[in-house]
């Protein structure tokens, strides 16, 4: 008799269910552990596609030191499009070329998906010509369309969004007619085939490859994205084609030289007009390794 009443005694107890304040301290540790974690998790997620990007912009380094070897010249080239204002350029459809047509390799896992490359993305619509495809877009496919620069209280940027800005102008300040740019340069053809008096860099003219940037996170904005400048926007001067803030609050900059280097956005952001203190910055985005001409 006491023997079954044990065993009746023990079925119950193992039985019984989780008192409520059980129940209560499991939720709390199970909120405080992910409290913990959840910051972990995502600052691992922004490390990953940092070196992501950065493998990105490696590959992109590595395509552009065999355009250079073989044609002696960054690929520069915009073209401008008829009545719409804006222009097209071409370094990104050069580059492609070498990459056995790798388009991932242009989108920043970090960015937004409205940045990958492909012919539904968002922005206007304008289709590559014969003029086009003379320097590199493939007959009929979906121009990287610049956009309207943006205006105080305007309409919104209707450029193709992007990734990745190419140095063109670097920091160049104020030089004596005729502007020549202090970064890669690029001719500008027009639709009719018409060029203009340009400036395309020749990569030996870089004084030193490892302190020369070349591309770089841009601020993905539909403007202009396939650029990247030193300077900031200022209402005067609404630049949207500065160095980005993507990661960690700063930016991937790929060098001449192949190496890739993360900066805060603030540590390579330069003045409107150039001023001399910040002529260490300003030297980074010119090919002559030289800061910009006071104003």
């Not at 970090?110 to 490359?117: Q, S």
């Not at 209707?158 to 990745?164: A, D, E, H, L, V």
């Not at 053809?189 to 770089?216: L, P």
């Not at 926007?233 to 790929?254: E, V, W």
Request: hydrophobic fraction near 40%; charged fraction near 20%; aromatic fraction near 12%.
């Amino acid at each position: 008799m006491v023997l079954k009443e044990l065993v009746l005694k023990t079925r119950y107890t193992n039985n019984r269910g989780f008192t409520l304040v059980e129940l209560l301290v499991v939720i709390a540790i199970i909120t405080l552990l992910i409290a913990i974690l959840l910051p972990v998790l995502v600052r691992v997620k922004q490390k990953a596609q940092e070196v992501a990007c950065a493998s990105n912009l490696r590959q992109l380094g590595q395509a552009m030191t065999m355009y250079t070897n073989q044609y002696g010249y960054f690929p520069g080239a915009r073209i401008q499009i008829q009545g719409s204002g804006g222009v097209t350029e071409c370094w990104p459809v050069r580059l492609r070329k070498l990459l056995n047509g790798n388009e991932k390799v242009f989108y920043c896992p970090a960015e937004d998906l409205r940045c990958e490359w492909k012919p539904d993305a968002p922005g206007a619509l304008y289709f590559a010509e014969e003029l086009h495809a003379r320097l590199g877009y493939e007959l009929g496919e979906r121009l990287i369309f610049s956009g309207d620069s943006p205006v105080p209280n305007g309409p919104p940027p209707n450029g193709t969004f992007f990734s990745y800005g190419y140095n063109l102008a670097g920091s160049y300040g104020k030089p004596p007619p005729p502007i020549v740019p202090k970064g890669m340069g690029g001719d500008f053809f027009f639709d009719n085939g018409a060029r203009q008096q340009g400036f395309n860099r020749k990569s030996t003219n870089v004084k030193c490859s490892a302190e020369f940037i070349i591309i770089a996170d841009t601020i993905a904005d539909g403007s202009r994205d396939y650029l990247v400048r030193p300077f900031n926007s200022t209402p005067s001067t609404p630049f949207s084609d500065a160095i980005g803030n993507i990661h960690r609050g700063g930016a991937n900059a790929l060098f001449l030289d192949g190496h890739v280097q993360w900066y805060l956005q603030r540590d390579l952001l330069a003045k409107w007009p150039p001023v001399p203190e910040e002529a260490a910055k300003q030297c980074l985005w010119n090919a002559d390794n030289q800061p910009a001409q006071s104003w």
